[in-house]
């Protein structure tokens, strides 16, 4: 499945926070190879020290930001599925209601693994270009 199709499936509050917590994603993924390609471009060694110590606080940002993404798109999905099926006036049965609606409130977490470790990557290599440059 593609995560068109698991957004569109979900419940009509669900979606919503779905698409925003991956639109919120793709956006801390964005801002840091945005930095890190920036910083990488960098050819003075004065320069690429500066914005290294520049970029520290939001390579943090983009590192703890998805796992909280993620786990908010999660909780934020499922309440969304349960006051949908309330105030629909449906008899609430939470197992069916968690079942049907987990493969799109599960990929806002599951998302957020992979970016946070491709920008923890990230921030190692832009780390040791800093060390590089602060010692040289």
Same mark, same amino acid.
């Given at each position: 499945?593609? /995560? ?7 419940? $009509?509050? #669900? ?5 925003? @917590? ?9 801002? *840091? ?10 050819? !003075? ?5 500066? *914005? ?11 590192? !703890?930001?998805? $796992?909280?993404?993620?786990?908010? %798109? ?9 006051? #949908? ?6 008899? /609430? ?16 977490? /599951?998302?957020?693994? $992979?970016?946070?470790?491709? !920008? ?9 270009? %800093? @060390? ?5």
């Amino acid at each position: 499945m593609h /995560i068109i199709d698991l957004v569109q499936n979900t419940q $009509p509050g #669900a979606s919503e926070v779905t698409l925003f @917590v991956v639109v919120g994603l793709v956006f801390l993924s964005a801002w *840091k190879i945005w930095m890190s390609l920036t910083l990488w471009t960098i050819t !003075n060694p004065e320069t690429r020290a500066i *914005k290294y110590n520049q970029y520290q606080g939001h390579a943090e940002v983009t590192i !703890n930001i998805p $796992p909280l993404l993620g786990i908010l %798109g999660t909780l934020g999905g499922l309440v969304c599925a349960v006051i #949908a099926q309330t105030t629909a006036g449906v008899s /609430i049965d939470l197992n069916q209601i968690i079942s049907a609606n987990f493969d799109s409130a599960a990929l806002t977490t /599951i998302g957020s693994i $992979p970016i946070c470790a491709c !920008n923890f990557i990230l921030r190692g290599i832009d780390h040791q270009l %800093g @060390v590089e440059n602060e010692s040289t």
